[in-house]
């Protein structure tokens, strides 16, 4: 997807008949240009990880891209890879990844009991069971997977779609090492990302996985116990596909200065501001999300201590945060120096590991399922670098409570 993330975003929207499309996979240009045209009701991934209903407006061959109209009346360029249209009528014994109904025994041509779409078994990735009912009725293609257990907060962990999709994640429907990554490991050229394989911003909602390093939306995860806060890198995160299994992430220790710039980016994000009242907002938004921050050992914080905290570490880290008494505005104001993502952490999964070896049981975060937690896009060519994260954040909407929106 090209453009920004629109003001509001398109409702969700179960997909009546969605298309796989793996990423890098390069098609006959009069195959791809015949699944679009002007008109068109298609699904649309956005870079949260999930699917929109919407409508093309354009179909732009030269750039491999189409203007989408979604729901709420916004427009914005989605890549090629990252559309679904619907099954056409008469083509349902076609492949619809290679477009093709030639079949041998070992790879037959098998329908999604959802959208109803064939695939050979060898063209879906992953390949399907030779046992599998050809008919459909039972199976379900991985973007029917995808578009049921993924949502805001973190995917399903529990039943058979949780199931199914953990089955998915073991493998990814594009070559990683194919993608060209800017130096700093944020973006790649070809907005691929995530067991999807969809646009993402890293900014916005995502965790990096610490063995392949690739990014994965927070909407995609089955580990997370609590919401991401916009920015929010203290995760060492282990993908399916590096653990063949289910995903794994530690949750970081953070200092007050650490939770009073994640809070400010996160704010900045939300209410698409710069400046914030302490008590009001900053301080209202840490105690009504204390338990959803996950602070470690700052938890146990007395709720009459954290406004000490919490000033001192604005008033005394200059270089990241600015008072509106600098600016001679109200001294009771703060806002970030430069609006980015507070930086990284450099524990490395290696040293967590000897941590909780030393420590046992004090991991604040818990999977739900009873195991525990260790706890649209601008040109292909220039998107997500650092220092065009001040850019980037006036993105999104909130899923965490105080910000203008329901909470996840």
């Known amino acids: 997807m090209e453009g920004r993330e629109p003001s509001t975003r398109p409702s969700r929207t179960t997909p009546a008949s969605p298309r796989v499309t793996p990423a890098l996979v390069k098609r006959p240009r009069f195959q791809t240009l015949a699944r679009f045209w002007e008109g068109q009701d298609v699904l649309a991934r956005w870079t949260d990880g999930l699917l929109y209903l919407g409508i093309i407006k354009k179909v732009d061959s030269a750039q491999e891209t189409c203007l989408v109209r979604f729901e709420d009346n916004s427009q914005f360029s989605v890549l090629w890879k990252d559309i679904f249209p619907p099954a056409v ?64 907060g973190g995917a399903l962990k529990k039943g058979p779609f949780a199931r199914s999709m953990l089955q998915m994640k073991l493998s990814l429907p594009y070559q990683l090492k194919s993608l060209e990554w800017d130096p700093l490991h944020l973006t790649n050229k070809q907005q691929c990302y995530c067991y999807c394989g969809g646009p993402g911003e890293w900014n916005m909602k995502m965790l990096q996985c610490c063995r392949c390093l690739q ?36 949750r970081l220790p953070l200092g007050w ?52 905290h919490l000033l001192h570490a604005l008033t005394a880290e200059k270089d990241r945060f600015i008072s509106g008494k600098e600016i001679k505005k109200k001294k009771c104001l703060f806002g970030l120096q430069s609006r980015v993502p507070p930086p990284a952490p450099q524990t490395t999964l290696t040293e967590l590991r000897l941590q909780e070896a030393d420590v046992r049981g004090s991991t604040p975060c818990v999977r739900e399922d009873g195991g525990p937690e260790k706890p649209p896009t601008q040109n292909k060519d220039t998107k997500h670098r650092e220092a065009d994260a001040e850019g980037a954040a006036e993105a999104a909407e909130s899923s965490y409570p105080g910000c203008g929106a329901e909470p996840i």
């Open 257 to 308: 200065v650490d939770v009073s710039h994640l809070v400010l980016y996160h704010l900045s994000i939300c209410c698409k501001k710069k400046y914030f009242d302490f008590e009001r907002e900053i301080l209202s938004f840490v105690n009504e999300n204390w338990e959803s921050l996950l602070l470690g050992e700052l938890t146990d914080t007395p709720r009459t201590d954290r406004y000490s």
């Open 215 to 250: 990014w994965f939306h927070e909407a995609c995860t089955q580990c997370l116990s609590k919401p991401l806060l916009y920015g929010d890198r203290f995760y060492v995160f282990e993908c399916s596909v590096c653990t063949r299994g289910p995903e794994n992430a530690w």
């Open 89 to 152: 009528p008469g083509k349902e014994q076609l492949c619809c990844v290679c477009n093709s109904q030639a079949c041998t025994p070992d790879n037959k041509l098998v329908h999604c009991g959802k959208c109803k779409h064939a695939y050979h078994q060898e063209c879906h990735v992953p390949s399907v069971p030779c046992d599998t009912d050809s008919s459909g009725s039972s199976w379900m293609c991985r973007q029917c997977v995808f578009a049921v257990a993924t949502k805001r």
